[in-house]
């Protein structure tokens, strides 16, 4: 390849990087007269590219339209201030969303893979391995309480590393995506697509998520939307239609793959990669899925990665939305 076409495959990821990390970008209600009107929260456009893949949203009797953010800090502000009815994100930003008191239910679970997200180096950096960020400084995005410091913390205490040996900064993901790109970052925790982005433009994995992560996400609802009769009954039924469009996702990867790339304007490959190890199965939260974001919620407590403890079962509506068989 030459340098020039490196420079245009450098320049279109950082594009689309841009894209999908736009502010707030929403989209028409599906119907303009309907009484009933959700606003979906999203992160990087994925939830969006879902359903517009599926078409599994077509012939709701609700409105609804979409509100997209770069990372779930972001997204959460939308949440608290009531700006957004749901939200989907990682099982740490739904616990430090609850601490900073937003008024949230978890209703559904979301299962990916913990290969989504990792730490990176630049492709020569001479870090090699986890214990050599002693000393270093290390990018976290997109805020205290993201999925990304909680693997960045396992894999310092898997390592034996002690936080303090390095530094650690937060730095939201657009942001950080053009410093990776420009190695003004040596070090950067980061999730998909953001995380892929990085590898496709050089950057080397030091440590995913997995043994780290558990690759659960999980739609929340607001208070408010929940004791609205009519907005609780369009949250099941598009918790039904969420799970029909996993269903359709997993049996049509590569329609899935070119959907995302239309929306996001990645290149194919890595929306491949993306949506392939994306939390894309939707299920009703189960007893299990409260006892590992305990987990979750105990360590973070433990490592001052949050600063109370949260009851995960005080915050989960486990009975709102049952799957239809």
């Known amino acids: 390849m030459t340098a020039h076409h490196t420079k245009l495959s450098r320049r279109t990821l950082l594009q689309a990087a841009a894209a999908i990390g736009t502010a707030s970008l929403v989209s028409r209600p599906a119907f303009a007269q309907a009484q009933t009107s959700l606003v979906l929260g999203d992160q990087a456009g994925g939830l969006r590219a879902l359903f517009e893949a599926s078409r599994t949203l077509e012939g709701v009797p609700f409105a609804w339209r979409w509100a997209n953010f770069q990372g779930a800090a972001p997204l959460f502000e939308a949440h608290r201030s009531g700006a957004v009815d749901t939200a989907m994100a990682g099982d740490l930003p739904v616990l430090a969303a609850a601490v900073g008191k937003t008024p949230l239910k978890i209703v559904a679970t979301r299962v990916g893979k913990p290969e989504s997200l990792g730490i990176v180096v630049q492709g020569d950096s001479k870090i090699r391995t986890v214990a050599d960020l002693r000393g270093q400084t290390v990018i976290v995005s997109s805020a205290r309480g993201s999925i990304s410091q909680y693997q960045l913390y396992g894999a310092l205490e898997e390592a034996g590393v002690k936080r303090e040996e390095l530094t650690i900064k937060f730095v939201l993901p657009t942001d950080a995506a053009a410093a990776f790109a420009s190695k003004q970052i040596e070090a950067w925790a980061i999730f998909d697509p953001y995380y892929t982005i990085a590898t496709q433009q050089g950057g080397r994995i030091l440590r995913d998520g997995r043994g780290i992560n558990t690759a659960l996400g999980f739609i929340t609802a607001s208070e408010a939307a929940l004791a609205d009769p009519a907005k609780r009954t369009a949250i099941v039924q598009f918790l039904d239609r969420l799970a029909r469009a996993g269903d359709w996702a997993i049996a049509n990867p590569e329609a899935y793959a070119q959907a995302y790339t239309q929306l996001t304007r990645l290149p194919i490959e890595s929306s491949r990669i993306i949506t392939a190890r994306s939390t894309v199965a939707g299920r009703p939260v189960s ?36 799957r239809p068989a």
């Not at 590992?292 to 486990?318: E, F, K, M």
């Open 287 to 322: 007893e299990a899925d409260i006892v590992a974001l305990q987990n979750v919620a105990d360590r973070s407590a433990r490592d001052g990665i949050l600063p109370v403890r949260v009851d995960v079962r005080a915050i989960t509506d486990a009975e709102l939305w049952r």
